[in-house]
């Protein structure tokens, strides 16, 4: 199916068919100094092509709920359903501290899960070409990591879990460890990718504004144990520039989503 061009900020509830249901999903964590509630009944559906981020205090669960989507952590009780059985095995992981191999330079570092999972294709060695252009990495595919800065580092993780053409990206707070001018032109970036690529993305942040630009939906959690305070939807236009951080609609949606943080950016 064709998803239609991404000029306004939500996708097309009529044309985009859900992707992703997460349905009463408990997970409980049993240490040796007790039981952890991470995660309390959560509830969510995730449309084809959707740019979602999920914002809540630290230990709320964010990082659970990306775990147990990629099948790395199992939940506790509820369920997992993916719109087409070929999705759950589609899913790019960008954790939160780039992990890239010292040794690789940032062609084969973006061709790594290629080879791991013996998918190496023509048409994915041509797609992580195409990736490493539109990330602007073109002229570094001979660099390695040492001679990168923390952004095309960012970057080139963004590449690897796009190289196999996953259905979905998850990502646990890629630009945490960047500088505020590194990050805004991070979420230029990604925004170009997503747009380009047309994936369906769930991106995890603790920053508001961050959250705002990218998203077409913000999924607001509880301290722990994580529950979904409340889903905004964000009805911005689309390619959002910079500038739209200025705009009374943009200030609006940061103020609301901080009232339900409760001051917690
Ligand atoms: N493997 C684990 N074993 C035991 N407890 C865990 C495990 N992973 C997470 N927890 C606990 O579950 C809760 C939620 O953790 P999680 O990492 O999902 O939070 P988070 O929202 O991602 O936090 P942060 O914003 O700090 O990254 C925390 O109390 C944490 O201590
Ligand atoms: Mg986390």
Same mark, same amino acid.
């Given at each position: 199916?064709?998803?239609?061009?991404?000029?306004?900020?939500?996708?097309?509830?009529?044309?985009?068919?859900?992707?992703?249901?997460?349905? =009463?999903?408990?997970?409980?964590?049993? $240490?040796?100094?007790?039981?952890?509630?991470? +995660? !309390? /009944?959560?509830?969510?559906?995730? #449309?084809?092509?959707?740019?979602?981020?999920?914002?809540?205090?630290?230990?709320?669960?964010?990082?659970?709920?990306?775990?147990?989507?990629?099948?790395?952590?199992?939940?506790?009780?509820?369920?997992?359903?993916?719109?087409?059985?070929?999705?759950?095995?589609?899913? =790019?992981?960008?954790?939160?501290?780039? $992990?890239?191999?010292?040794?690789?330079?940032? +062609? !084969? /570092?973006?061709?790594?899960?290629? #080879?791991?999972?013996?998918?190496?294709?023509?048409?994915?060695?041509?797609?992580?070409?195409?990736?490493?252009?539109?990330?602007?990495?073109?002229?570094?595919?001979?660099?390695?990591?040492?001679?990168?800065?923390?952004?095309?580092?960012?970057?080139?993780?963004?590449?690897?879990?796009?190289?196999?053409?996953?259905?979905?990206?998850?990502?646990?707070?890629?630009?945490?460890?960047?500088?505020?001018?590194?990050?805004?032109?991070?979420?230029?970036?990604?925004?170009?990718?997503?747009?380009?690529?047309?994936?369906?993305?769930?991106?995890?942040?603790?920053?508001?504004?961050?959250?705002?630009?990218?998203?077409?939906?913000?999924?607001?959690?509880?301290?722990?144990?994580?529950?979904?305070?409340?889903?905004?939807?964000?009805?911005?236009?689309?390619?959002?520039?910079?500038?739209?951080?200025?705009?009374?609609?943009?200030?609006?949606?940061?103020?609301?989503?901080?009232?339900?943080?409760?001051?917690?950016?």
């Amino acid at each position: 199916m064709t998803i239609p061009a991404r000029t306004h900020s939500t996708v097309d509830d009529q044309i985009a068919k859900d992707i992703l249901f997460i349905k =009463g999903v408990n997970k409980f964590y049993e $240490t040796q100094s007790g039981t952890t509630h991470a +995660l !309390e /009944n959560i509830n969510l559906t995730i #449309k084809e092509g959707e740019f979602v981020s999920i914002i809540g205090p630290s230990g709320c669960g964010k990082s659970t709920l990306l775990k147990i989507l990629a099948n790395l952590e199992k939940p506790s009780s509820g369920e997992i359903n993916w719109g087409e059985k070929s999705s759950k095995d589609q899913i =790019g992981f960008v954790f939160q501290d780039s $992990t890239l191999l010292p040794w690789k330079n940032v +062609l !084969e /570092n973006s061709l790594f899960p290629l #080879k791991v999972k013996k998918m190496d294709t023509r048409e994915n060695l041509e797609r992580v070409e195409y990736l490493l252009k539109i990330a602007g990495l073109d002229s570094f595919k001979k660099a390695y990591p040492n001679e990168l800065s923390g952004g095309m580092k960012q970057r080139v993780s963004i590449v690897r879990s796009l190289s196999f053409d996953p259905k979905v990206l998850l990502m646990d707070e890629p630009f945490g460890a960047l500088d505020a001018m590194t990050r805004d032109k991070m979420n230029i970036e990604l925004q170009r990718i997503w747009n380009e690529t047309k994936k369906t993305v769930l991106f995890i942040t603790h920053s508001i504004n961050e959250a705002v630009f990218l998203s077409d939906r913000v999924v607001v959690m509880s301290p722990r144990p994580g529950r979904i305070d409340r889903v905004f939807t964000i009805d911005l236009i689309r390619p959002r520039t910079v500038d739209v951080r200025e705009t009374i609609d943009f200030v609006k949606y940061v103020k609301e989503i901080r009232e339900v943080l409760g001051n917690d950016d």
